[in-house]
């Protein structure tokens, strides 16, 4: 018998490909930038993003700038290697894994330039992703000198970044994804936390010439007035301009020694809208990548007070209630995987920890204040809307009936229909003076369900042994008829757009042509037919402008100032 001994090994190559490509986003690059210029301390960062042509070809180049501390030969070293960080025991710094910044080698070429404590460091990544894919892990060629200032700092230029692909990088998408993803854009400062308020920020996006300056912290809306004067001034728009904050801190309840950090910003739509540019909305022509409340808002877990993941099934009690927040709740003990897009690395029991808090916040915010403020926003506002809606439809029905065609029969006034409604109320008056009008007799009307009114044959037979059919109106005939001829004795309509020989379809597109027949004499009237020649069963049409005229003379008018009904 012989014992040997295995040693794992990792495949050195393949891992490098493996952790550049984890990186989904091609936009990670700017919140791995962003945070070892935050690591470095420095308070001066300049992003810029262009598509320079070299010898006839286009190629994406992003340049990183920072008046940070710069890196010395370890850090240079760590910068480039796999796993490898100088921080991971530095509670203060966000880079623990060594895994973010290979999202640079998916690249043609990278050169870093960094100076520190007077020496300067030259190095140079030529075609890192290509010569990972080659087996071979890829060399950095470094040079040494004395730096001209004193001063540190670090530049990073990335050729050919992402294969080219640059369609994302343009200035709106970008500003957007520093404010919401990045260290630039934390929410630490609602907390009173001001250690990086004096960091500014340079961006120039592919589609703009010039740099912006941005401030540090995640932008929220200003907190709107109280509900009384936010009533008075918007009405029925007042829940969509309201906006509160509750900020809570704290520690886990099974793990006291773990702290968290928590605002739920309680926000209207159009407190949003005014707010973020890129949210999508009716009637705004929004910049490319924009996306709707639903997609961005409620929720996020963070570390290092960056938005990491949402969790707005912790959150939801019914519907879509996350898109009222603008929430985070920041841990430094949640675990990230290395491309920084989940927390479900954390320890089951910590996570469990979180969400029992975040739902206790949650219940708290539902009974409070704030919450029934807005809740009674928009109990009053749907009240108002109501009452303007009568008004609204009271002022319509009042200027329609001015307006309304009458005619008299037999001491009854009746009023010429404007809709299907006005035709089934027409019919059922005139059935009342007329019972021998139709030649049907009603057995059930309900014209809140699909089919009007049920009838049968007029005649003696009880309505248990007759054969029932249905009896549709319609305001205007048209071709296309939303039911089935099956069962179908009549149709009664105000008007016809439809012509002789033209053909109406039913929802099982059954053909039938309409058939207009003219009066035989003057007792007579002008007949209107449905018909299928291999269908026994020809279906009758009144069209009561025709047929009222003909078959008792009633002729409507204009109702005038004079008239009592």
């Not at 020496?119 to 892990?137: C, N, S």
């Not at 009042?398 to 109320?425: C, F, M, W």
């Not at 319609?474 to 009664?492: D, T």
Request: hydrophobic share 35%; charged share 30%.
């Amino acid at each position: 018998m012989s014992e040997f001994t295995i040693i794992p090994k990792v495949d050195e190559t393949q891992e490098f490909i493996e952790i550049a490509n984890d990186f989904a986003n091609p936009l990670d690059l700017v919140r791995e930038a962003i945070s070892n210029s935050f690591d470095a301390r420095a308070t001066e960062i300049r992003l810029s993003f262009e598509a320079e042509t070299n010898a006839g070809e286009t190629v994406f180049v992003i340049r990183l700038t920072d008046n940070g501390s710069g890196m010395g030969r370890e850090a240079l070293q760590s910068f480039f290697d796999l796993g490898n960080s100088t921080r991971r025991n530095d509670k203060t710094t966000i880079g623990e894994k060594g895994h973010g910044t290979k999202v640079y080698f998916n690249a043609k070429k990278v050169i870093v330039d960094t100076q520190r404590e007077g020496t300067r460091l030259l190095a140079t990544l030529d075609a890192p992703f290509a010569k990972l894919h080659e087996r071979q892990i890829p060399q950095v060629a470094v040079k040494e000198e004395p730096s001209e200032t004193q001063a540190s700092g670090t530049t990073i230029t990335i050729y050919g970044y992402n294969n080219n692909r640059r369609e994302r990088f343009t200035h709106d998408r970008l500003r957007d994804h520093i404010y919401w993803f990045t260290k630039f854009g934390s929410v630490e400062r609602q907390f009173g936390i001001a250690d990086f308020s004096n960091v500014k920020l340079q961006l120039k996006g592919l589609d703009r010439d010039d740099f912006e300056t941005l401030d540090f912290g995640h932008p929220f809306p200003a907190e709107s007035a109280g509900v009384n004067q936010l009533f008075e001034q918007h009405t029925i728009q007042a829940p969509n301009h309201y906006c509160r904050r509750i900020i809570k801190t704290g520690s886990l309840p099974n793990h006291p020694e773990v702290r968290y950090n928590a605002i739920f910003s309680v926000e209207g739509k159009r407190v949003k809208y005014d707010s973020n540019v890129m949210l999508r909305r009716p009637g705004y022509a929004a910049p490319e990548g924009a996306y709707t409340v639903q997609d961005r808002y409620g929720l996020w877990l963070c570390k290092d007070f960056i938005p990491v993941q949402r969790k707005n099934e912790w959150i939801t009690s019914k519907g879509s209630e996350f898109t009222k927040l603008h929430a985070f709740f920041n841990c430094q003990a949640l675990k990230l995987t290395a491309n920084r897009g989940s927390a479900e690395n954390t320890p089951t029991e910590i996570l469990q920890d979180v969400e029992q808090v975040v739902r206790k916040i949650y219940q708290d915010l539902m009974e409070s204040d704030e919450w029934l403020q807005l809740s009674y926003l928009e109990e009053e506002a749907d009240g108002y809307n109501t009452v303007e809606k009568e008004k609204k439809n009271f002022e319509m029905r009042v200027n329609k009936a001015n307006k309304a065609n009458i005619a008299k029969y037999k001491d009854i006034t009746l009023v010429a229909p404007q809709r299907e409604s006005g035709v089934h109320s027409l019919v059922v008056q005139l059935m009342t003076i007329e019972p021998t009008l139709f030649p049907f007799s009603v057995v059930d009307y309900d014209t809140l369900e699909g089919i009007d009114i049920i009838v049968k044959s007029r005649d003696t037979v009880p309505v248990h042994g007759s054969k029932l059919y249905y009896v549709e109106f319609k305001y205007l005939l048209s071709s296309g008829f939303n039911h089935s001829f099956e069962n179908l004795h009549s149709i009664i309509c105000w008007d016809t757009e439809l012509k002789h020989g033209e053909i109406v379809k039913d929802i099982n597109r059954e053909e039938r042509k309409l058939a207009v027949v003219a009066p035989e004499d003057t007792n007579d009237y002008t007949r209107y037919y449905l018909d299928n020649p291999r269908k026994a069963h020809r279906i009758e049409v009144f069209v009561l402008k025709d047929y009222l005229p003909q078959k008792l003379k009633i002729e409507f008018r204009p109702r005038t100032d004079k008239d009592l009904f």
